[in-house]
């Protein structure tokens, strides 16, 4: 089925609109939306898709959704399902920026955003049993992601490490050698004329910027399209080289304002990697008030965000190829199973982070747990937890209607 240009802003919009919770809650919204309610995609054209868009770099679940629209519609439904998914929530990042200078905390703020952290432990908790249940067929997909779990929460393994080991083991396992036939894949311009175009129309501006000493815009603008190169497995896998550079080697903003600007982030539809929006705002804000902010706003946007349409617009037509090869597809099968293992320590990280004050670990050799301090659980957020856990679970309350509810009972709770 090929939906029109309408149902397709309409769709994507109600995605970018909902997408809180990080990859795992946004993987699992656009399932729901693409292959549960509507004959857009199949599942295994799916699972292939997120298979190949965890090995680019930059924000998976944005790429996902821009190969979901080049898929239904071509490059025209890309870059509108891919810009969807990521304009509602810089729009609100840019609101919280200006809110952030003018009131710094806004502890009411913040008690609203930890009912909706307390709802999004639970969105990823339903996300990964979806995921998990489509991903995970057999008993050896199942250990491919037990180990991916363990190899990134335990031993701290890279990401693209574990994503490697598991599509060499995929490949290397396969019993089938044979290709079948596929249909040919939609076709695009030409690959390198596609990658000069986007290299031209990624990097241009940016060049400008330093050719005409806009100093810190330029800085910003290629310290993350730098960022955007190296983002393999979503935020988290840089936040640390991130933090390190903006706080320490550019002195942008603080260590506290870097923790704030991620804690917002978080809390923000769209892809967790807008806090490079968030980042860049506060330093313009800093720097120069509020049309350099809102200018360094769209710098960081375009630096971290136009990459990822060229990656997928390279690398989509091939994926079906791809995968008709049975080596090739067990490799993804493979990649798609540690996906889960992933996610699930992401979840894991997030849960530990939103429930308790101080997370001070257990470290012996190479092995790094993350254990709690059992004395700082958050009362607050554990009881929202459970009212979100039992709206969603039990009572089949729509995603929507809980963020707000749920908002709304941790500003409750914070007059309390």
Known sequence: ????????????????????????????????ELVEKRPWLDEQTYLRALSLC?????????????????RLRGVTGGLIAGSLFVLPGAMVIAVLVSLYAAFGTLPLVQAGFLGIKAT??????????NLSNK??????HRVIAGLAFLGIFVFNLPFPLIILCAAIWGYATSKEHAPTTVATSPSLEKPVRTAVFWLILWLGPLIV?????????SDLGWFFARLAVVTFGGAYAVLAYMTQTVVD?????????????????????????????????????????????????????????????LWIFLAAPH??????RPRLGAALRGITAAVVGVILNLSVWFGLNVLFNSIPGWHWGPVSIPLPDLTTLDIKALVLTIVAGLLIFRMKSGLATTLGFMALAGIGLQFL
Do not use: K
């Open 54 to 70: 965890m090995l680019l770099p930059g924000p998976e679940a944005m790429q996902l959704a821009t190969y979901a629209g080049w």
């Open 1 to 32: 089925m090929t939906p029109s240009f309408r149902e397709l802003i309409r769709v994507f919009g109600r995605i970018g609109l909902l997408s809180f919770g990080g990859p795992a809650a946004q993987i699992s919204l656009m399932h729901q």
């Open 135 to 140: 991903a995970l067929t057999d008993v050896e």
């Open 209 to 217: 910027l330093h050719l005409t000493g806009q100093e810190l815009l």
């Open 120 to 129: 999004v432990i639970i969105i990823v908790l339903q996300a990964l049993r």
């Open 249 to 309: 080697n550019y002195h942008w903003i603080s260590t506290d304002q870097m923790i704030d600007a991620l804690g917002l982030a978080e809390t923000t539809p769209g892809p967790l990697i807008l806090v490079t929006q968030f980042v860049a705002m506060l330093s313009g804000q800093i720097a120069g008030g509020t049309s350099l902010a809102l200018a360094a706003g769209l710098v960081a946007l375009w630096a971290t965000f136009v990459p990822c349409f």
């Open 319 to 324: 994926l079906d190829r791809i995968s008709a």
